[in-house]
Each structure stands twice: as C-alpha cells, then as structure tokens.
C-alpha cells in the first residue's frame, strides 16, 4: 500500500469503499485488519459510544478502535470531542473529575484535526480512532483531559 497514492490506490479505495459497506471491500479491509497491515482502520459495525460512556470504560477500551460522538470543539489551540447532551438526559455518568471531553489528536501531527474541528466547531460528529488513556498530571488547569483519542476520521453527521 502506498503511502502517498493520491488517493487512487487500493490503500485508499479499499478503505472508503469498506467504509460505504461495499461487501467485498469490506472483506478484503477486515481480512488486512486482522494480518495488521491496516492498524488504524476501524470497522464501520463497530458499535458508536457517547464520550461519556468511552470515558467510564477507558480502562478497557484504551489502546482499542473505536468510534464516538460528540459535538467536535476548537478552544485555546485544542481539538476535542465534547459530550453530546441526549434527549431526556438528566446527568452525566461519568465517574472522572475531569470534564466528559476526549482531546483529539491526528496521526501525521494535529493539522488535519484542528483545521476539521475549526471548520466544525460546535457540530456534531463521529470520530473513529483510537482511545487512549492519559495519566493524571500530565497537562494541568485547563488543557487537562481525561483521555485523548488518535483519530483516524471524522464522520459529519
């Protein structure tokens, strides 16, 4: 798979169509998945989580694929998915002192990232990446988030 195809590789193609469902990809995407050559992909039927409900099970889902939603911020040089307010929803249930928000960084530095949740501030979106977990005292005040997630794409819903 090349690194810099423009797009119009199976490297690329293979993953957007996977992505759209298109079963034969998808088979093929999951398969190099499984063999490790696409370590960052995550499956589309994985199951979307609030930020919330990633934060209470962070200590089973950090280093893991996952997709959350959330309503995408840009605040003081930072990327971030905050926690999506749900109809009927009195409280929040995370057990973290923190702030329900999962700091979001890109692969290739946080360019991409920042420039999407510049354009998208305040929307709502779904993030796949991967969820990790960030030891306390590492960022003080108010840059501190409980976890940070590589994202790998941005879903606008």
């Known amino acids: 798979m090349s690194l810099n195809c423009g797009g119009d590789c199976?490297?690329?193609?293979?993953?957007?169509?996977?992505?759209?469902?298109h079963t034969p990809s998808l088979d093929k995407v999951r398969e190099e998945f499984a063999l490790g050559l696409r370590p960052e992909w995550t499956?589309?039927?994985?199951p979307v989580r609030s930020v919330t409900s990633a934060l209470d099970?962070?200590?089973?889902?950090?280093g893991q694929n996952i997709a959350v939603e959330g309503v995408l911020t840009f605040e003081l040089k930072t990327a971030a998915l905050k926690h999506l307010?749900?109809?009927?929803?009195?409280?929040?249930?995370?057990?973290?002192?923190?702030p329900p928000s999962i700091r979001l960084t890109g692969r290739a530095g946080t360019v991409w990232v920042t420039q999407a949740?510049?354009?998208?501030?305040?929307?709502?979106?779904?993030v796949f990446g991967t969820l990790r977990g960030r030891p306390h005292g590492r960022e003080?005040?108010?840059?501190?988030?409980?976890?940070?997630?590589?994202?790998?794409?941005i879903q606008w819903r």
């Open 10 to 21: 199976w490297g690329c193609v293979g993953e957007i169509e996977a992505d759209q469902g």
């Open 43 to 46: 499956d589309p039927s994985t």
């Open 57 to 62: 099970d962070l200590a089973t889902l950090s």
């Open 85 to 98: 307010q749900q109809p009927g929803e009195v409280g929040l249930r995370s057990t973290s002192s923190l």
């Open 117 to 126: 949740a510049i354009e998208g501030n305040g929307k709502k979106v779904t």
């Open 140 to 153: 003080r005040g108010i840059h501190s988030f409980p976890a940070e997630m590589l994202a790998h794409r």
